[in-house]
């Protein structure tokens, strides 16, 4: 079964807001990413704290190599900057890998794309000792102890398609996989998740006994993660703990309160070349929006985010010296379709006509400029427009389907159903033919379903029930249901030809609002069929295909056609992606472009300008 | 005394495992998998099966419940599923943190409502009680979440005079030394207490002064401050000592709206959250918690009803 990683890139999807957010574009929408009224150009100073804030998010775990049990993907943020991963994600608003703060100088795919060969870069611990390729194996060794009792486990990725790991010498690693993969899915889907442990200090089994090779075989391993995952739940001895001292980010752990609220201070002996500027980072936890926007407005933190129902203060915080910044965020947004909803539900949503015509009458642009203001990636297909390079033509000019009520009433008149704008549509002409209203679709069926969707967001009671209204133009009814997002994820359950339970799967269309990708936005375990994402059991061999395509070919073509393919096929019905907005210190360089890959964003690349 | 004391105690016990039970029964009842709800829409089925058999999740309710009350015998109230931290770890975090907000903040409220309703119970209908009353009636009617919104809004953003957030600190003494920051969320509770307290108490003097025993004290030439304020407060204070009873397991609860408003975390945004999440031990926990203080301020409650009132006694003096 195909996964998603999330990792990372939750974390990073997660910053700063509680509510969902995702993706915004320079193109789709009227305000361009990384645009903000007043960007600090004078000279860089060294020192200042910056208090960032953080809503919701209490980590509770430093060790990097989390427990299935962990589910905190604010843990990332404060494990990243200490650790970073060996492929570093996003460079300054970029979708690409950051060649400064990855671990690796050089990565090689041999032997047809089935081994890899990495080059560390010649960089040391925060104590002096050398980052080398027994530290990759070291953690190796953790990770294959641990399973899936990993939080980042990947069933059939690394590490159980990883035949061998040789380390020919102290800054070089040999991965041979089992089979061949697309070196960029990969690179940026599963290797980037990957951190570098320090072996020479962390190769233990107690807090009293000697460090020593115990990871090389199959008990000791186990003992020693065992050993570190206990050490990394202890909140008390975040700071005190000398495991936790030894890092190689640009960051040190310097405070850690029981409320989540911690500090970080520059590592002195990092090696890369973004040396932080500030003398403290300061994340500063927040129990609601309300009370970190307050915080806000008062002008008492560095930098914040902006809940989208205040977006109408914008110019006041302008007016009090913030920027604000229209945070990309890498993620896809849509209404997941039931294709086993019992009573002839799933077979109506089986139909693509169907989908279709809801997809016609969701009015994204309106979405876009009424309800999000204008910060919001427009959702033409699967794939964001602030992926500049991946983003298709087909994409970027608006999608396959446009608003056209028009077309919705025409592609469902030419199935064999009698439209009723204002009422319900019904089957008027049941059967599989052309014309015909299609399998399992009974004759006086009706295109009435509920949309369950997580409570809580009042832009997303105003988009659900736009949609409402707009659907009704083809005679669409929907119900909205909606629920408190936890109760929502453990009742809407995951359902596939093999496993539909009426207990779980009886709903029809559910909207969980965003859906973070990581680098690669391939679409594997969300539109594959075995997909554990794939929440309506969506199911399409030539979308199989292509999404194995994206995973293990090379050829250039590939992500295009399955992103094509996926657009016009509706596995979801395509919604906005409303953007995180920051407001910072006008006097605060280097936030903007942000990097929406990044857990807190890099701030070792910030500095106060005189 | 001791016999009466000892028997509401048994009772106590009994009420408090009862509602552990059905608490339990209740929220194990609820649809959906807590596993996919802690773990998200993306978790593989060993994922969840290694978090179900990880919390005993794929056990039989009666094991599941049996165990629980083992555990908790035991001192063990179990670890938060999302925050994967002991519950009374987390307990220990939150709870002094109320106790202290709510509790500084309902004496303060005490100390000012208790003299202004005898204040308004003997100028009635004056014009300094109409005014008084339209004040307390219009913090009483006002929502607390409208009010804390408004200090905010006024204090910390227009004026900038006072921080717009509570004292993070995590200790009781963190937060003493840091009071600038406590005078909002403090005068929100306050003041919105006042209200309510300096209305029962006019109404309670109002029925206290009508009493034909305070003509007696009167008649054998007490003053009239005296007659107040040791016969006619100590009287018109029992119905308050009810309320005060009545609001110990209110701690449980915590003031969820002024930690929303003032980033205060306490006990109400804990539960509120933990409900949200379905994070069933600190639910649990809460309710067990709230369970033990409710029955804590009702027996003080009578306690001190009956040393404040000599004619209340109780078993052991039949």
Partial sequence: ????????????????????????????????????????????????????????????????????????????????????????????????????????????????????????????????????????????????????????????????????????????????????????????????????????????????????????????????????????SDIATFTTNPLWKVVDGPWHLSEFTSSGTYALVPNKNYSGPDKPHLAEMVDAQYTTNDAAFNDLRAGDVTIGPIPGEDISQISYLKSEGYSV?????????????????????????????????????????????????????????????????????LEKSGGPYPYSPSKAVAVLKANGWKVTPGGVSTCTDPGTGSGQCGAGVAAGAKLAFTLAYSAGDPDTDEMEAAIQTWEEQAGIKLTLKSEPFNTLVGTVGLCDQQSHPTSTCSWQLVDFGYDPYSLYPSGAGLFNTDGSGN??????????????????????????????????????????????????????????????FSADNDPEIWSFTK | MIAYLIRRVGQAVVVVIGVMILTFILIHMEPGSVARSILGIRATTSRVAIFNATYGLDQPLYKQLWNYTDQVFHGNLGQSFYQQQQVSTLFAQALPRDIFLLGTS???????????????????????????????????????????????????????WLPPTAPQ????????????????????????????????????????????????????????????????????????????????????????????IFNYQGMGLLFYQAALRHDFPILLGATLLGGVLTVIGNLAADIAYGILDPRVRYAADK
């Fill in chain 1, 1 to 232: 079964m195909r996964v998603i990683r999330t990792g990372a890139a939750v974390a990073a999807a997660l910053t700063l807001a509680a509510t969902a957010a995702a993706c915004s574009s320079s193109s789709g929408s009227s305000h361009s990413a990384g645009g903000s009224s007043t960007q600090a150009t004078g000279a860089p100073e060294s020192g200042g704290t910056v208090t960032m804030q953080w809503v919701g998010g209490y980590p509770n775990f430093i060790f990097p190599l989390m427990p299935a049990t962990n589910t905190d993907g604010y843990n990332g943020n404060l494990q990243l900057p200490l650790w970073p991963d060996l492929v570093y994600a996003g460079d300054r608003g970029q979708s690409v890998v950051n060649p400064d703060e990855s671990l690796y100088s050089a990565m090689t795919w041999t032997n047809n794309d089935q081994t890899i060969n990495i080059t560390l870069k010649p960089w040391k611990w925060s104590d002096g000792t050398a980052i080398t390729s027994r530290d990759f194996s070291f953690t190796y060794n953790l990770i294959k102890s641990l399973g899936q009792n990993w939080s980042g486990y990947l069933p059939g990725l690394f590490p159980d398609d990883v035949k061998s790991v040789q380390t020919p010498s102290t800054s070089t690693i040999v991965i041979n996989l089992t089979r061949s993969y697309n070196p960029t899915f990969y690179t940026d889907n599963v290797l980037y998740a990957i951190p570098l442990l320090p072996q020479h200090a962390w190769d233990k089994e107690s807090t009293t006994g000697a460090v020593g090779n115990y990871d090389q075989n199959a008990a000791g391993a186990k003992a020693v993660v065992n050993f570190l995952q206990k050490q990394g």
């Fill in chain 1, 325 to 393: 910044q229209d945070l990309t965020t890498a993620a896809e947004a849509g209404i997941y379709p039931n294709w086993f909803a019992p009573n002839g539900v799933g077979a109506l949503l089986k139909q693509l006509y169907v989908r279709q015509a809801i997809e016609d009458l969701i009015n994204r642009p309106q979405i876009v400029s009424q309800i999000y203001h204008g910060y919001a990636d427009p959702g033409n297909g699967p794939i964001s427009l602030n992926y500049t390079t991946l983003t298709t033509p």
């Fill in chain 2, 169 to 260: 600190a995590t200790s009781v003494a963190g937060m003493l030394a840091d009071p600038r920051a406590l005078v909002l969320p403090e005068a929100t509770l306050t003041l919105t207490q006042i209200a309510g307290f300096s209305r029962y108490m006019r109404s309670s003097v109002i029925d206290t002064l009508a009493q034909d025993y305070l003509r007696v004290c009167r008649a054998k030439g007490l003053g009239e401050r005296l007659v107040l304020w040791r016969h006619v407060l100590r009287n018109s204070f029992l119905p308050i000592v009810t309320i005060l009873g009545l609001s110990i397991p209110g701690l449980v609860g915590g003031a969820i709206v002024v930690e929303d």
């Fill in chain 1, 535 to 596: 929440q309506g059991g969506y199911s399409n061999p030539q979308m199989d295909s292509l999404i194995n395509q994206t995973e293990y070919s090379s050829s250039p073509a590939a992500f295009t056609q399955y992103e094509d393919f996926a657009a016009a096929q509706l596995p979801q019905l395509w919604l906005p992606d409303p953007d995180v907005l920051l407001a910072y210190k006008s006097n605060l360089a280097g936030v903007e472009p942000a990097n929406s």
């Fill in chain 2, 106 to 160: 309902t004496v303060l409220a005490l100390l000012i409502a208790l003299p202004l309703g005898v204040y308004q119970a003997v100028k009635r209908n004056g014009l300094a009680d109409n005014l008084l009353s339209g004040t307390t009636f219009t913090l009483y009617t006002m929502p607390t979440f409208f009010f804390a919104m408004l200090m905010v809004g006024l204090f910390a953003v227009q004026l900038h």
